[in-house]
């Protein structure tokens, strides 16, 4: 069964401390997305993965980084700079970068405490 | 910049009433337009899409038609039921890149 999976779904983290947010997928697309969502709002971009090995910084990357060593994986870390990590992380996939749909993983919800 | 706008929410209408969510949108060139379909605690969910001015999207009884002369793809569906309860979201995709533009979401709630 092919799709998007996000892990774990709740994640906790004290301040001060990275955390890192997977996502994984069995779709064999080029392109992968990392966006935050935040209550009554849209979502917004964080970081973007055309091809393996190379990757973009979004509209909201500042403390946040990421890495694209394998096609199906692109893990997202939440480091100690970002000031308001606490929301919604989503991954989502296309077959490439700039002409086909993205589908959407099923979310991690970060807190931080 | 490109940028989506959509009705605010949330929207409460009764099972059976007919429904319509209003998105515009601004962008350079011809987009391609989405709407989403996000349920409680889950990701996003495609609902549909058209790429090109006066096409419709349709799924699951929900359509949308690309307005360019209006710059719009509102979304309609004729009879609403408790499990289309969500947030649904529009979205564009410009013309050069993937990235998307989301609006800020349309809460739907469907009373029986």
């Known amino acids: 069964d092919g799709g998007i999976t996000q892990s774990p779904k709740y994640l906790f983290r004290k301040e001060g401390q990275n955390v890192t947010l997977s996502c994984e997928q069995n779709l064999n697309h080029d392109a992968m997305y990392w966006y935050r969502q935040d209550p009554g709002q849209g979502l917004r971009l964080i970081y973007y993965s055309q091809i393996v090995n190379d990757f973009q910084k979004g509209d909201i990357a500042e403390g946040y980084s990421v890495s694209r060593e394998k096609k199906e994986s692109f893990p997202l870390t939440v480091t100690s700079a970002q000031k308001n990590p606490t929301a919604f992380y989503l991954c989502a996939s296309s077959a490439s970068g700039s002409t086909d749909t993205q589908y959407f993983g099923p979310g991690t919800r970060l807190t931080v405490l | 910049g490109d940028s989506v706008t959509q009705m605010e929410g949330p929207v409460t209408l009764s099972e059976e009433a007919f429904l319509t969510i209003n998105c515009t949108y601004t962008a350079t060139g011809y987009p391609s337009l989405f709407w989403y379909v996000q349920y409680p605690g889950e990701g996003l969910q495609l609902l549909l899409k058209a790429t090109k001015a006066d096409d419709k999207g349709s799924n699951k009884g929900f359509e949308a038609t690309y307005r360019k002369e209006t710059t719009s793809f509102h979304l309609e569906k004729g009879s609403v039921q408790v499990s289309d309860s969500a947030v649904y979201f529009c979205?564009?995709?410009?013309?050069?890149?993937?990235?998307?533009?989301f609006g800020q979401g349309t809460e739907l709630s469907v009373k029986p």
């Open positions: 979205a564009l995709r410009a013309n050069q890149g993937g990235k998307l533009i």
